[in-house]
T-cell receptor, first 113, second 113 residues
Framework: DGGITQSPKYLFRKEGQNVTLSCEQN?????MYWYRQDPGQGLRLIYYSQIVNDFQKGDIAEGYSVSREKKESFPLTVTSAQKNPTAFYLC????????????FGDGTRLSIL | GESVGLHLPTLSVQEGDNSIINCAYS??????FIWYKQESGKGPQFIIDIRSNMDKRQGQRVTVLLNKTVKHLSLQIAATQPGDSAVYFC????????????FGPGTRLSVLP
């Protein structure tokens, strides 16, 4: 089945630690996105990538980093600079071009130890 | 389950009744809209989309209505079933490309037996 796989489902971070969230898709989509979801709020864009080896900051990129070395993979690192990392993180992908629906993975919940 | 929908508006309907979930969008220039369903602990699932050159689109048991005059979008679910219980949110594309989606916080639909 084609889809988006996020791992792990739950992740815990200690003070001063960087953690990396995995996102893999086999939909052959060019574009990939990372969102943060907090209770009672709409999704907020962290980073996006329209093509391999290129990515751009979204609305809340501070304290996060990404890479896009392969079309199917778009890992997100939550660095120690992100002071409020506790959230549900969602990865999405879409075909490139205008007005394409985004398809989501099942998320990673990050908590602070 | 995941607390992605705390403090959201809630709609409670009897099983078998029709549900109507509303969404006000912000940009009169937005030309593409999506409804997503999010179950507890999972990622958003695409339900139906509509472009601004349409005012109605139907899928299986769902209908989306778009009123551009008042910037309002609604999702109608016919013969609501227990499996429809979830958070539903709309997304508007404010600039053609994926990085320009704005997501609403959502409405929690509870189906009563």
């Amino acid at each position: 089945d084609g889809g988006i796989t996020q791992s792990p489902k739950y992740l815990f971070r200690k003070e001063g630690q960087n953690v990396t969230l995995s996102c893999e898709q086999n939909l052959n989509h060019d574009a990939m996105y990372w969102y943060r979801q907090d209770p009672g709020q709409g999704l907020r864009l962290i980073y996006y990538s329209q093509i391999v080896n290129d990515f751009q900051k979204g609305d809340i990129a501070e304290g996060y980093s990404v890479s896009r070395e392969k079309k199917e993979s778009f890992p997100l690192t939550v660095t120690s600079a992100q002071k409020n990392p506790t959230a549900f993180y969602l990865c999405a992908s879409s075909s490139r071009g205008s007005n394409q629906p985004q398809h989501f993975g099942d998320g990673t919940r990050l908590s602070i130890l | 389950g995941e607390s992605v929908g705390l403090h959201l508006p809630t709609l409670s309907v009897q099983e078998g009744d029709n549900s109507i979930i509303n969404c006000a969008y912000s940009n009169s220039a937005s030309d593409y809209f999506i409804w997503y369903k999010q179950e507890s602990g999972k990622g958003p699932q695409f339900i139906i989309d509509i472009r601004s050159n349409m005012d109605k689109r139907q899928g299986q048991r769902v209908t989306v209505l778009l009123n551009k005059t008042v910037k309002h979008l609604s999702l109608q679910i016919a013969a609501t079933q227990p499996g429809d219980s979830a958070v539903y949110f709309c997304a508007e594309n404010m600039g053609n490309y994926g990085q320009n989606f704005v997501f609403g916080p959502g409405t929690r639909l509870s189906v009563l037996p």
